[in-house]
């Protein structure tokens, strides 16, 4: 493996997360109540990818736990009865 090879690994990576025009578009489409629950702090599902889901999904609810979600179990849980439901 040369330089060439990990400036064009990083190239690469950097285009992939780009966002593209219309990339969110098929999330419009979704009209069923979604909830999205996420950590405020976690590291595998990045925050900010749960509030594209909210900001486009029509009907979507985003609850944030103060730490990262990791044991799902717990998270959905605590979630309370009248929200849970809605779902």
Not at 9 to 36: F, H, M, N
Not at 40 to 52: A, E, Q
Not at 67 to 79: A, E, G
């Amino acid at each position: 493996m040369n330089e060439k090879v990990g400036e064009r690994q990083i190239e690469a990576i950097v285009k992939w997360g780009v966002q593209r025009w219309g990339s969110y578009d098929y999330l419009k489409t979704i009209k069923q109540p979604t909830l999205v629950v996420n950590g405020s702090k976690d590291l595998i599902i990045y925050t900010v990818n749960s509030f594209i889901l909210q900001q486009n999904i029509a009907n979507a609810q985003l609850i944030l736990y103060p730490t990262p979600v990791t044991d799902r179990r717990t998270s959905i849980l605590s979630c309370s009865c009248s929200t849970s439901r809605c779902f």
